[in-house]
């Protein structure tokens, strides 16, 4: 079996985002890139224990792979559980976060406090990389609070990679645990691209993954000629279609389709029926469209009508089919 891992095949991921990369979402990322790799939300491991709340926790569309779940937590035995289940479920990769910085995650000493110990890290890994085949692999920060050397980056690393991380996505900017919110950790901090480069040359064999502040195409070429992989987060929900060439231009994949507001909006109603006819409502799918369509005269307007008209309680996929149709009629 192909290495997906290092062969190229995940040179492009959409990053997890809590209450942002849902299911549904990640099907509207499926409508523009066949090819990159798509994170659910942060999942804690704890919470799968517990099989009632499983379901809506994990549950994907077929059409989401490749497709890695990933986990918080720090106890070996849950998240080898976690492991076990996202293999049965058929996901692609389970992921372990080390890079969050917010007071609840903290508080379950997990997240980006796990930085400070790369051991126990490294003992969830070898859990995780013992229970299931999939491949485990690891996103983090570049450091945190006063630890921000890039001595403690490479020791953090080399842990964990010996204990079978088969890739890591690095958020180029540490994390300040205290005094600063998760969204302050996301700006603040300034970006230092160059200690990721500096991993990846000193450390060639690993497969390493650069993440933080990419906004477009050009900037992810550019970073793909010093590592193996980009992730995108703000600026794949923000302006989704900004990466409709992503499967050509970092992919090679010459044949690719290049997705249109309209045939984004069109290659959901299937995945709309299924929802609502399973009881789910509209406006969960329709909520990630606002910003499908953006920079055209009329976008404003386009907005109000699908957001009246999906929030409605009855609201069916036949509101996309009029959606699709008036992206249509404007060539759009
Ligand atoms: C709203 C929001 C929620 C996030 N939730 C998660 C999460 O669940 N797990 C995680 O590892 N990172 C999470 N992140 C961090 C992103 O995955 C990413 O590392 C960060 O946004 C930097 O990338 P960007 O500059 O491309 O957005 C979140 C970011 C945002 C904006």
Same mark, same amino acid.
């Given at each position: 079996?192909?290495?997906?891992?290092?062969?190229?095949?995940?040179?492009?991921?959409?990053?997890?985002?809590?209450?942002?990369?849902?299911?549904?979402?990640?099907?509207?990322?499926?409508?523009?890139?066949?090819?990159?790799?798509?994170?659910?939300?942060?999942?804690?491991?704890?919470?799968?224990?517990?099989?009632?709340?499983?379901?809506?926790?994990?549950?994907?569309?077929?059409?989401?792979?490749?497709?890695?779940?990933?986990?918080?937590?720090?106890?070996?035995?849950?998240?080898?559980?976690?492991?076990?289940?996202?293999?049965?479920?058929?996901?692609?990769?389970?992921?372990?976060?080390?890079?969050?910085?917010?007071?609840?995650?903290?508080?379950?000493?997990?997240?980006?406090?796990?930085?400070?110990?790369?051991?126990?890290?490294?003992?969830?890994?070898?859990?995780?990389?013992?229970?299931?085949?999939?491949?485990? /692999?690891?996103?983090?920060?570049? %450091?945190?609070?006063?630890?921000? !050397?890039?001595? $403690?980056? #490479?020791?953090? =690393? @080399?842990? *964990?990679?010996?204990?079978?991380?088969?890739?890591?996505?690095?958020?180029?900017?540490?994390?300040?645990?205290?005094?600063?919110?998760?969204?302050?950790?996301?700006?603040?901090?300034?970006?230092?691209?160059?200690?990721?480069?500096?991993?990846?040359?000193?450390?060639?064999?690993? /497969?390493?993954?650069?993440?933080? %502040?990419?906004?477009?195409?050009? !900037?992810?070429? $550019?970073? #793909?000629?010093? =590592? @193996?992989? *980009?992730?995108?987060?703000?600026?794949?929900?923000?302006?989704?279609?900004?990466?409709?060439?992503?499967?050509?231009?970092?992919?090679?994949?010459?044949?690719?389709?290049?997705?249109?507001?309209?045939?984004?909006?069109?290659?959901?109603?299937?995945?709309?029926?299924?929802?609502?006819?399973?009881?789910?409502?509209?406006?969960?799918?329709?909520?990630?469209?606002?910003?499908?369509?953006?920079?055209?005269?009329?976008?404003?307007?386009?907005?109000?009508?699908?957001?009246?008209?999906?929030?409605?309680?009855?609201?069916?996929?036949?509101?996309?089919?009029?959606?699709?149709?008036?992206?249509?009629?404007?060539?759009?």
């Amino acid at each position: 079996m192909p290495n997906l891992l290092l062969d190229g095949a995940y040179r492009f991921s959409v990053a997890p985002m809590m209450d942002y990369t849902d299911r549904h979402f990640r099907v509207l990322m499926r409508q523009i890139t066949r090819r990159s790799l798509l994170y659910t939300e942060m999942v804690v491991a704890q919470a799968l224990h517990y099989s009632e709340r499983r379901e809506r926790l994990i549950d994907f569309d077929p059409c989401e792979h490749p497709i890695a779940l990933q986990v918080g937590g720090d106890d070996p035995q849950l998240l080898a559980e976690a492991a076990r289940i996202a293999a049965d479920r058929g996901y692609d990769e389970i992921n372990l976060n080390v890079g969050c910085p917010s007071e609840k995650v903290q508080k379950g000493r997990f997240g980006a406090c796990l930085m400070a110990e790369p051991e126990q890290v490294a003992r969830c890994i070898s859990a995780m990389a013992a229970a299931s085949p999939l491949p485990v /692999t690891v996103k983090h920060r570049i %450091g945190i609070d006063e630890r921000d !050397s890039y001595d $403690e980056l #490479l020791a953090f =690393v @080399d842990t *964990v990679a010996a204990a079978g991380a088969q890739r890591f996505s690095v958020h180029a900017r540490k994390a300040w645990l205290e005094g600063l919110d998760p969204k302050q950790n996301r700006t603040i901090p300034p970006l230092r691209y160059e200690l990721v480069h500096q991993l990846k040359r000193e450390r060639p064999q690993l /497969t390493i993954e650069l993440n933080g %502040g990419l906004l477009d195409l050009q !900037s992810c070429e $550019e970073q #793909l000629q010093q =590592v @193996d992989g *980009v992730m995108v987060g703000r600026a794949a929900y923000d302006h989704p279609l900004r990466w409709a060439t992503v499967d050509r231009d970092l992919f090679d994949d010459s044949g690719a389709p290049i997705a249109t507001a309209s045939s984004v909006v069109r290659g959901l109603i299937p995945y709309a029926e299924r929802w609502c006819s399973g009881g789910g409502r509209l406006w969960a799918i329709a909520r990630h469209l606002v910003q499908v369509v953006e920079g055209v005269s009329g976008a404003r307007h386009w907005r109000r009508d699908l957001g009246m008209a999906a929030g409605a309680r009855d609201a069916g996929p036949e509101v996309f089919e009029r959606a699709a149709m008036q992206l249509e009629e404007r060539g759009l």
